[in-house]
């Protein structure tokens, strides 16, 4: 095994979910046997090797086992089954400042908490200063941290962690507190890592975060590895399975007569919207071409109809809204079914699942107006590492 | 799993050969290991009991003093009541109550703060890593550095009230010493990961401790009151049942330094009074030689314990 390799191998995790966690003796004595609880494989036969110097991103919905694998690997817990073998030294960012003691100055912590990670008191010496500055708090440094914020507390513990020299640092989900621009020191020290060849495991729940630095990606679904690869799929299928249980599936058929949206027309209905790659209907990689087909079903002849289509991104952000009426096209159409097909040459949005929304109306006030939510999901698959909502394909030179 | 190699196959050599070897997380990992891990841990051990010690008197005026009133306290108490009012004749009494009375206050608070550590220091046990150990171990350690701290006041009353030690016996100190450490070390480490699983642990030991103060001749004299009495008669087994409570060697040892005299003239009748056994020196050796080497088994089983219990603690806590 190289310095700063993970193998985890086989790994099961099992939890005794019990109705009451305060037993006694008492009860023990009363009712023996008698252990009202539940079994939860939270991580089951989780094999994969992280080689020395990769970034790996763990993903995974709620429950599905990360928080358990990363303890497992950091030695907080240890597997039911199978085994961890660690390389190296591995730092542990399970929960910021977690082995801070709150009655201790913010020095006496940088030392206690440094030991904890493994460092001697001659070497913590010498890295004192930079901790202290890399965490900004030298005003604050001999104040006991229960006086500090839930900032300043942040700032310390992933000072303290960086710092004590580790080669492979495991992080959980704790970027996403403190400030942005601490937030981006954070990143930026963590790219340094990757630069310097250490190995990092990383847990998020935010796909971008991690397609932004990782290598590849575990997906973990309620306790089983379902992918281990590279980062685009990984985060294509754990969005699948995030969306397993909400929303239908990619390109998914919506019926229109479920809408509630229907605001003042009886004659013209939203039958069905499709959206996806041409053809195919599936999911489309960023740049890719894309298609949203309006099924449209009316009981008379309409004049002049206008169809508008709105994208929006899976954070919420409305990122397009057009008409065909602003490509320039007007539709007459006849009574029964029609389909109003939109194509787009090239979609410049990063991955995820954005929802579309379709309308239909004529012009002048008193028409129809038809306005559907959530009509259809177009998915977008992305590989590269831009960061943000669009990959602008830009390029760069010396001039 | 068949076809992924045996975890022993995993080499510690390695081309950097120095530095760190594989850290292997597994259900079951073998007590040398555990030792080993607790060794390279001891930087840590150091950072806690300093910590805890900090920590501890942070904000109050006295500060470390404090450690020193309420063994006072209690010596004061006993001194008055079988001193004064009920006259148990022994001289310097509040000497020999003192060479007793802090090495077990000593044991007893260890055992009951290391009982309760693993469930107090929840929020490290469950988000870092580390021998969980040694937190139990850390406890003993600050209570030692408070018994050193009350028996160098202990000679500084001595030296006031012109008491002598038994200069000869001065070597039983570290034996006795070393014998309670081990002792509480090793029911700290068993019973707080016991506590993890049955919280009633620390109610039932501050019952337990009491009782076992008075089986324990700190405040009365083992060779007048228990061993003079049963000698002879059909009770004698009794005197063995004392001898099997591992502290009484210990208070017995440590009474046999400090207080030194074994037969003294009682205060009231004014006759010879044996205080403590008249053994030979090597007796008490043997004794505490013997104590000792059950501890080391029990340290052995309790290591055991913990870490048998120990993969649980993180969703237990």
Redesign the interface.
């Known amino acids: ?3 700063g390799s993970v193998v985890v ?2 790994v099961s995790k099992r ?1 005794r979910l019990y109705r009451d ?6 009860e ?1 004595v009363l009712h023996p046997g008698r252990l009202d609880f539940h079994e939860l494989w939270a991580l089951s036969g989780v094999n994969f090797t992280v080689h020395p110097g990769s970034t790996v991103g763990i993903l995974g919905h709620n429950g599905s086992g990360k928080s358990t694998l990363l ?20 730092a ?1 960012l ?2 910021l400042g ?2 801070f ?1 709150p ?2 100055s913010g020095r ?1 912590n940088i ?2 908490n440094g ?2 990670l493994g ?3 001659h070497e913590i010496d010498a890295v004192f200063d930079e901790i202290v500055a890399f965490s900004e708090l030298e005003q604050f440094i001999d104040t ?1 941290v229960k006086f500090y914020s839930s900032g300043m507390y942040i700032r310390l513990g992933f000072a303290v962690a960086v710092n004590v020299d580790p ?1 492979i640092l495991v992080i959980d989900e704790v970027l996403a507190v403190g400030d942005e621009r601490f937030q981006r020191k954070c990143m930026d020290r963590i790219k340094k890592f990757q630069a310097d060849g250490r190995t990092i495991i990383f847990v998020s729940q935010s796909p971008e975060q991690v397609r932004a630095i990782c290598d590849e990606v575990v997906v973990l679904h309620h306790g089983e590895m379902i992918f281990h690869g590279e980062p685009s799929e990984g985060i294509r299928l754990f969005r699948e399975r995030l969306n397993e249980t909400d929303g239908g599936p990619v390109g998914a058929a919506v019926d229109g007569s479920a809408s509630t949206e229907v605001l003042a027309t009886q004659s013209l209905r939203i039958a069905q919207v499709r959206a996806g790659a041409p053809g195919s209907g599936g999911a489309v990689a960023t740049h890719g071409g894309a298609e949203v087909v309006i099924s449209v079903e009316t009981d008379s002849a309409v004049e002049d109809l206008i169809a508008s289509i709105e994208l929006v991104s899976p954070m919420g952000v409305t990122l397009a809204r057009f008409s065909s009426h602003d490509l320039g096209q007007g539709f007459s159409i006849a009574t029964g079914a029609t389909s109003i097909v939109f194509t787009i040459d090239a979609v410049p949005f990063l991955d995820g699942r954005h929802q579309i929304n379709v309308g239909l109306s004529t012009p002048g006030e008193g028409g129809p107006f038809v306005w559907l939510e959530q009509a259809a999901v177009l998915e977008m698959t992305y590989s590269g590492k831009a960061e943000g909502l669009v990959d602008l394909a830009a390029t760069v030179r010396l001039n | ?1 068949a076809a ?1 190699p045996p ?1 022993e196959q ?2 510690t050599t ?1 081309p ?1 050969g120095e ?9 079951g990992v073998p007590l040398g290991r555990r030792f080993s891990d607790l060794v390279a841990n001891r ?2 051990l ?3 009991i300093r ?1 805890e010690i ?2 501890k008197y ?2 109050s005026a006295l500060g470390v003093a404090w450690t020193m009133v309420a063994p006072a306290i209690q010596l004061a108490i006993y001194g008055v009541v079988f001193g004064i009012v009920f006259k148990n004749g022994i001289p310097d009494y509040l000497i020999y109550i003192a060479s007793g009375l802090l090495v077990w206050s000593f044991f007893s608070t260890s055992l009951l703060a290391g009982t309760g550590v693993i469930v107090g220091r929840a ?8 021998p969980r150990e040694i937190l139990a171990i850390a406890t003993v350690g600050s209570q030692s550095i408070y018994l050193f701290l009350q028996w160098s006041v202990l000679a500084l009353f001595m030296v006031v009230l012109g008491h002598v030690p038994d200069w000869t016996a001065m070597p039983l100190i570290i034996a006795g010493f070393a014998t309670v450490l081990l002792w509480a070390t090793a029911l700290s480490i068993l019973f707080s990961a016991i506590n993890v ?4 642990t620390q109610h ?1 030991m501050e019952i337990f401790v009491q009782i076992w103060f008075w089986m324990t001749p700190i405040v009365y004299s083992f060779h007048a009151q228990v061993h003079e009495r049963v000698v002879g008669t059909a009770n004698e087994w009794l005197s063995w049942i004392y001898l099997c409570n591992p502290i009484t060697p210990v208070v017995l040892a440590f009474q046999r330094a400090i207080y030194g005299d074994v037969t003294v003239t009682n205060t009231t009748s004014h006759l010879p009074y044996q205080v403590l056994p008249s053994w030979p020196l090597a007796n008490f050796y043997e004794l505490l030689g013997a104590v000792f080497v059950i501890g080391l088994l029990l340290l052995g089983f309790a290591i055991r314990v913990f870490s048998r219990l ?3 603690f ?3 806590l």
């Open positions: 095994m190289e310095t191998e086989d939890f966690k305060h037993r006694s003796i008492k023990r303890k497992t690997i950091c030695g907080v817990l240890q597997p039911t089954s199978g085994e961890v073998r660690v390389r190296g030294k591995l542990g399970l929960e977690a082995g003691e009655e201790l006496d030392y206690l030991t904890m460092l001697k008191r006991q080669e | 799993m992924n975890a995993v080499p390695t950097e530095g760190h070897g594989v850290r292997i997380v597994a259900a930087e840590l150091g950072a806690l910590s900090k920590v942070k904000n929020g490290i046990v469950k988000k870092v890593s580390f699983y049955f919280r009633d039932l120990e993969g649980n993180a969703e237990e």
